[in-house]
């Protein structure tokens, strides 16, 4: 009696059937029987596939027989694997080959690796953490390892964020894992910077997408400027200025005051729109001019325009006067 060897493709999901064929060398006229049993090799049960065990019976004229195994599917990257299905104990016959391996044939490409884009918001002190996160494709049954390395872009290491050489390592069926960078806080308007994050080398894997981008956002403010013209008339106060840089659409706050009893009083307030930005003194920087004017109060010799922008998202408040 002998068993031949036998192949199966894993697939990726349920199972497929491995056949083993137990054959005697010529017909008997006696019952023949045989005892099997499946054996773990590069392959594990139940992982892999499912245990099986009995005993063969070749009826008299009886040739073949056959053993059957499970194989179960999956989408994880690994390399063939095998198992054994081992005869023992044999009844009217001999063992010739008591030994079947079986193959089974991994059908999953190879996992690749690819790391996204990561933004944070700086802060104004202190440090937080850029995550990038890293994935497989699929499962492996290997450990991936991935070696990173930071580099400059707008932003620079040291100042803006720190340097990182570093490597996670995905353990056999994991498909992600993060990669940190510490990004500096401080309070000085500026852009947003930027900064890369790349692959270096690769263990047990391919490479899709190597390359990331930190982004690190702006969180403070940027000053404002404002000017004040008052010229006095006869019977009107005309106001004028400029705020740098332009905000055309909004408007600053008007305050007339005029000198009553040793205290400044207030007399009227406005609210004038600022006018669409013109680069006026070719800096690159537009400004928004706005004017208005106020009845000049009657039986004062001083008065005093406070003029104010309150500020937005990306622009301190400021005030001036005169």
């Known amino acids: 009696v002998s068993i031949a060897d036998a192949s199966v493709t894993e697939g990726d999901s349920g199972t497929v059937t491995a056949s083993f064929d137990v054959v005697l060398s010529h017909a008997s006229a006696a019952t023949a029987e045989v005892d099997f049993a499946t054996a773990n090799g590069t392959a594990s049960e139940p992982g892999d596939y499912t ?3 009995g005993r063969l019976t070749f009826a008299p004229g009886d040739l073949a027989e056959t053993v059957s195994v ?8 690994e390399t063939d694997e095998d198992l054994a299905v ?16 079986g193959l089974i044939q991994n059908d999953d490409a190879s996992p690749v690796v690819s790391v996204a884009n990561a933004a944070v918001t700086e802060g104004n002190s202190g440090s937080v953490e850029a995550a990038f996160s890293l994935s497989l494709s699929h499962p492996s049954s290997q450990a991936v390892t991935v070696a990173y390395a930071t580099s400059d872009d707008s932003a620079l290491g040291g100042s803006d964020y720190t340097t990182v050489t570093g490597e996670v390592t995905f353990s056999a069926g994991a498909t992600s894992r993060t990669a940190k960078v510490e990004v500096m806080g401080d309070t000085v308007s ?3 910077e930027r900064f890369h994050l790349d692959v270096a080398s690769i263990t047990n894997a391919d490479l899709s997408d ?16 404002l000017t004040v013209k008052a010229r006095k ?10 705020l740098t840089p332009a905000h055309p659409g909004m408007r600053v706050k008007v305050a007339l005051r005029k000198r009553s009893g040793g205290r400044w009083v207030l007399v009227r307030t406005k609210r004038a729109l600022l006018g669409s930005g013109i ?5 690159g920087i537009k400004e928004s001019a706005y004017r208005t004017k106020f009845l000049r109060p009657a039986k004062t010799k001083r008065c005093r325009v406070v003029v104010t922008f309150k500020g937005d998202a990306d622009h301190l408040r400021s005030s001036n006067r005169t």
Request: charged share 30%.
């Open 70 to 77: 499970e194989v179960k599917g999956d989408n994880r990257y």
């Open 279 to 283: 680069d006026r003194n070719s800096d």
């Open 51 to 53: 245990a099986n065990s």
């Open 190 to 192: 500026e852009p947003s």
């Open 86 to 101: 081992t005869l023992s104990s044999p009844s009217n016959a001999l063992l010739a080959d008591a030994s079947g391996r």
């Open 233 to 242: 008339r006869p019977h009107r106060i005309r106001v004028s200025g400029l």
């Open 210 to 225: 190597g390359a990331a981008l930190g982004t690190i956002a702006n969180d403070d403010r940027a000053a404002s400027k």
